[in-house]
């Protein structure tokens, strides 16, 4: 699947728009898959604590490549509405449908409310230096300033991802220092497993009941190829972008916002939804949050940094409508998570919410 979009550029052509889009989309789908099952596998010799930063690091490679690309022609628009698109899609799509699904096969289900709240503190702060800018740039008009307001917060955002990965990953001062308690008592291994799962939104194979250990030197070359894949694809993608919306009438804020983050949140989608309909709710939970998290406070303020070197610089200053749905799924995230329990009638509200959302950024012209 994933030399279909270069083959069909080759052998007739690049003026072939609307055929290398829907391939090159398609393909980078079991592509991202691949990314995430292989750094899954390679936790089994590098441990769960480089693990989850493997999987944090390449887990979101189809957003950043594509966000690359993206920057490298121009289309700023497109960037920005992947950022708060993916955020919306983790939180209301992927969370919602997990709910859903699992609660129509196992009636009500029951997950830990004291993680769930810290995932939304950490996604109200997240989305926080993403709402914060805009109406700061209302009362600039200086593109410059403007600009150095999206550093700054983009450093402060990868400041607090790496203080978070620190707390939940590396468990750095994060127990209760108390003299009734060993000091030298080492944590269960399920519990450093479960918040690495929650902080990267990764599933671990041994959870699943994955027993046979693979090959180091196999997973690590189908991440290369997998990687490579992405890299190709994404690049034929977003070099399409232009010729399609105009095919088609789409906005180039359509494709942003629904199309590529269902592409690139592919893999965390079928993970969360296959959790839950093994009963492991608060694990789609995790991996919903830890998607949206990685999206807000790693992907977006690096993305920032990295246009700095391309002709048109990104800020972090977004349209009014994406900030409103934005804020919304973040604050039914936190709803969602109040009391520890769920039902598949919440996830049905959180997937129609979505649908809503995506109707009106169909008909919104870009």
């Keep these: 699947m994933a030399v279909i979009a270069p083959i069909i550029e080759v052998i007739w052509g690049p003026q072939q728009e609307m055929a290398i889009f829907i391939f090159s989309a398609i393909s980078l789908i079991p592509l991202a898959a691949l990314i995430g099952r292989a ?81 939304s503190a950490m996604m109200v702060l997240a989305v926080a230096g993403l709402l914060i800018p805009t109406p700061g740039s209302l009362a600039l008009k200086d593109p410059g300033r403007i600009q150095a307001i999206s550093i700054a917060i983009s450093i402060i955002l990868l400041l607090v991802y790496a203080m978070y990965l620190a707390t939940h990953v590396f468990h750095i001062r994060s127990e209760r220092r108390s003299p009734k308690r060993l000091r030298n008592a080492p944590e269960p291994e399920s519990a450093e497993n479960d918040e690495v799962e929650a902080v990267t939104g990764g599933v671990s194979p041994q959870k699943l009941g994955q027993q046979k250990s693979p090959n180091p030197w196999l997973t690590a070359l189908i991440l290369l190829v997998a990687t490579v894949g992405t890299a190709v694809n994404s690049e034929l993608l977003v070099g399409t972008i232009r010729p399609v919306t105009i095919q088609l009438g789409w906005s180039q804020v359509f494709i942003g916002l629904v199309i590529i983050p269902i592409i690139g949140n592919a893999a965390e989608h079928s993970s969360a939804v296959y959790v839950a309909l093994r009963d492991h709710i608060d694990l789609s939970m995790a991996i919903a949050a830890g998607s949206s998290i990685q999206v807000a406070t790693f992907v977006a303020p690096l993305l920032v940094l990295l246009s700095l070197f391309f002709a048109t610089p990104l800020s972090l200053v977004f349209q009014p409508l994406e900030l409103v749905v934005l804020g919304l799924a973040t604050i039914l995230f936190a709803v969602v998570s109040l009391d520890g329990e769920s039902s598949w009638l919440a996830g049905v509200q959180l997937v129609a919410i979505y649908i809503m959302a995506c109707v009106v950024f169909f008909f919104v012209p870009g």
Excluded: C, H, M
């Design 39 to 119: 750094t899954e596998d390679l936790e089994y010799y590098v441990g769960p604590i480089a693990g989850g930063l493997l999987n944090a690091t390449f887990g979101n490679a189809p957003e950043i490549i594509i966000g690359i690309f993206a920057l490298q022609q121009g289309l700023i628009t497109v960037v920005k509405a992947s950022i708060t698109g993916s955020i919306i899609s983790n939180a209301l799509l992927v969370l919602g449908s997990s709910l859903a699904l699992g609660g129509w096969r196992w009636g009500k289900q029951y997950f830990n409310a004291r993680d769930a709240g810290q995932y």
